[in-house]
């Protein structure tokens, strides 16, 4: 039998290592290449069900190729993904509509939870993985940035420590809760009822909130010490760990990736660090609405502030959340609004992370952990 999937991964690596060459080096992925790869892909699977006389598997990679093509052009259109990730995406999908699990097979990892599933729903599973693959380069940029500059390193270590103290006391409260909810019922309905407790907790005073949270833990732990203290721990550091890890991606995406340039040497492609709108024909700058706030106008109820933030008034000028850029016309028109003195003269840009190298530090991974995700679901 002919090893079709060392071809689709031999392929795939190739297209990933050619694509994180010239992502560092142009920001951009041939279009050539990508085409190539969807090419080679329908025609392997083809000569695929030809040999097996199954010709669903050819079918199969049509559909999932046709699929990722539409969901990555959405996510296009909306601005989450630049136009290189759509065409890099898609060609994958060609070559994977399954997991391969080629290094997991050759390092010999026979775990059930590592076993490829039959679902064709590898691109998704690539999507979730490079996303996370990103957050080590966020850190990475976070240590750089924060080397050079005492400010942030303060900064940081002010709302580190202050969330060091929430972090305690929101983990002492689920732990309690939790166990003392656990005498009475478990499953779906333990998590409903501590997600619910938690919520109604909010809306407390800080001291009622502390004291409800001091009984409901007291009480917990004096029912059984060390099972309760071994639970607040492993919740605590956990959670505490991904605090500081996502807030080190964000410093990351804060202060190392934006700089500022003269709106004359703007150019197609870049994208601004606000959002610009003419309102009553002022210009007036909004940053990009961020999960905190989004979570800020929920919690205090304030939801028509949320839908200003959504759907701002005026016109738009040019986006901050359209990750394919400004077009030729915007920048003429900032360029013109420049000179008239509407806005001025220097314009802080987005520096975008490398997309493809992240891809391929996924692929690698769902390569090695299968179908992880579904199994566990």
């Known amino acids: ?12 690596i ?22 190539s790869a969807v090419a080679i892909g329908i ?75 039959s679902l064709p729903v590898f691109p998704l599973t690539l999507f979730i993985f490079s996303i996370f693959s990103m957050l080590p380069y966020g850190v990475f940029l976070s240590l750089g940035t924060l080397k050079k500059r005492k400010d942030l390193r303060d900064k940081l270590i002010f709302e580190l420590k202050e969330k060091l103290i929430y972090t305690a006391e929101t983990i002492a409260l689920i732990t309690g809760i939790s166990f003392i909810l656990g005498k009475f019922t ?34 917990a732990l004096y029912s059984d010490f060390k099972f309760v203290f071994q639970n607040y721990l492993i919740g605590f550091i956990s959670l505490y760990f991904i605090y500081v890890f996502l807030k080190m991606f964000s410093f990351g995406r804060e202060y190392s990736l934006k700089k500022k340039i003269k709106v ?3 150019e197609e492609g870049m994208i601004p660090a606000f959002s610009l709108y003419e309102i009553e024909g002022k210009i007036i700058e909004k940053k990009p609405l961020s999960i905190g706030n989004i979570i800020k106008h929920v919690r205090t109820n304030n939801l028509q502030a949320l839908l200003g933030e959504l759907q701002p ?20 028109e900032l360029k013109k609004l420049a000179e008239e003195k509407k806005i001025n003269e220097e314009i802080e840009i987005k520096l975008t992370a490398p997309m493809i190298p992240a891809v391929f530090i996924g692929y690698v991974l769902v390569n090695i952990t299968g179908d992880l995700i579904w199994n566990l679901m």
Do not use: C, Q
């Open 186 to 219: 478990e499953g779906i309905l333990l998590f409903i009822l501590v997600i619910a407790v938690i919520i109604i907790s909010t809306k407390l005073e800080h001291k009622l909130k502390l004291i409800l949270t001091l009984i409901l833990f007291g009480f």
């Open 264 to 266: 004359k040497e703007l």
């Open 1 to 12: 039998m002919i090893p079709f999937s060392f071809f689709y991964f031999f392929f795939s």
């Open 313 to 332: 008034k005026g016109k738009e000028i040019v986006s901050a959340k359209k990750a394919a850029g400004i077009t030729d016309e915007k920048v003429l």
């Open 43 to 117: 025609l392997i699977h083809l000569i695929e069900s030809y040999y097996s006389a199954d010709y669903s598997v050819l079918g199969i990679t049509v559909i999932v190729t046709i699929a990722t093509f539409i969901a990555s052009y959405g996510l296009w259109k909306i601005g989450v993904w630049a136009g290189g990730d759509v065409k890099l995406f898609t060609a994958l999908a060609a070559l994977n509509p399954v997991n391969l699990g080629i290094i997991r097979d050759a390092i010999g990892l026979k775990y059930s939870l590592l076993a490829s599933i």
């Open 14 to 35: 190739t297209l990933l290592a050619v694509g994180s060459y010239t992502d560092f080096k142009e920001r951009i992925i041939s279009n050539k290449l990508t085409y």
